[in-house]
């Protein structure tokens, strides 16, 4: 079945400092990739999103590209701000005609940034 | 617009104990889900609608119940409560299933069952 594997955290930075959170998947066809953020005490918020091979979904300052060929979709950010303290998880929506538009999640990474 | 709202946000239970974690969505979508969240761990679906009166099992479903008798809400019951149930519950919605499938979440409700 599908699923999504993170790097391991949590991840801490000064302010200022590039940011790179790994995520690959495994799933059959040509699923669409997310990034989506939970701040502290909130619900998830979507970050993101590509929907085909080599689309950059950008946002925020936040990047990450769709490759199919490393099956990987890493979230980058050039200079992180202490409010980018969060949980970050990556995530897939099948294709092939999911009928309900299941997402997949990883286990999160959890950023924190400090002055 | 409120967008997903949950209550309650925090709940302490007992083994055994009934309660049923309410969800609402002012957007009119079709789609409606519910995921845990246990510590350092993905989300969870538990049960997803796809519409009124049509509801299905996630991945996770065993101890829990729904029904979608409207197209806003989408409450979740837990009828026994045990301590595996013991976890952070999220309500969300979306208008399209598939690739442009962006869920819109609640903020959750925190629940402990001792």
């Known amino acids: 079945g599908d699923s999504v594997t993170q790097m391991e955290g949590p991840v801490t930075l000064s302010e200022e400092a590039f940011l790179t959170i790994n995520c690959t998947y495994t799933a059959t066809g040509y699923p669409s990739l997310f990034w989506y953020v939970q701040y502290p005490g909130e619900g998830l918020q979507l970050l993101l999103k590509a929907t085909k091979a080599d689309d950059k979904g950008s946002n925020k300052g936040f990047e990450a590209t769709y490759r199919k060929e490393t099956t990987s979709f890493h979230l980058e950010k050039g200079s992180v701000q202490v409010s980018d303290s969060a949980v970050y998880f990556c995530a897939l929506s099948g294709a092939g005609g999911t009928s309900y538009g299941k997402l997949t999640f990883g286990q999160g990474t959890i950023l924190t940034v400090h002055p | 617009n409120a967008g997903v709202t949950q209550t309650p946000k925090f709940r302490i239970l007992k083994i055994g104990q009934s309660m049923t974690l309410q969800c609402t969505q002012d957007?009119?979508?079709?789609?409606m889900y519910w995921y845990r969240q246990d510590p350092g761990m993905g989300l969870k679906l538990i049960y997803y609608s796809v519409g009124a009166g049509i509801t299905d099992k996630g991945e996770v479903p065993n101890g829990y119940n729904v029904s979608r008798s409207t197209t806003e809400d989408f409450p979740l019951r837990l009828e026994l409560a045990a301590p595996s149930q013991t976890s952070v519950y999220f309500c969300?919605?979306?208008?399209?299933?598939?690739?442009?499938?962006?869920?819109?979440f609640g903020p959750g409700t925190r629940l402990t069952v001792l």
């Open positions: 957007m009119n979508h079709n789609y």
């Open positions: 969300a919605s979306s208008q399209l299933a598939g690739g442009d499938n962006e869920q819109f």
